[in-house]
């Protein structure tokens, strides 16, 4: 049923350690050991890879529970709702 998921969860799990080598580089080929160091090359590393981690959990969770219900056949929550929720939020 959700065995997709775990494919899901490895692949972003390689494309982490790709960004996680990357800020890696980035701090070594500028000698930062801490913070910024006022580069944007490396503000940008740094970026990419907290909003990677910070993102993708949640994704994985919502991904994970909208296959549930698709295949629980309860998905009473369509995506022409979806499309509707901000919307209905903002009046």
């Known amino acids: 049923m959700l065995k997709i998921i775990p494919f899901y969860a490895a692949l972003v799990a390689l494309f982490y350690v790709y960004l996680s080598a990357r800020t890696i580089g980035v701090r070594r080929k500028a000698k930062i050991s801490i913070g910024d160091g006022g580069d944007d090359e490396m503000l940008r590393a740094m ?6 981690s910070q993102y993708t959990p949640i994704a994985l969770i919502l991904l994970a529970n909208k296959m549930s219900h698709f295949y ?11 499309a509707q929720l901000p919307e209905s939020l903002i009046g």
Do not use: P
């Open 47 to 52: 970026h990419m890879h907290a909003n990677f």
């Open 72 to 82: 629980s056949g309860h998905c009473h929550f369509s995506y022409a709702q979806t």
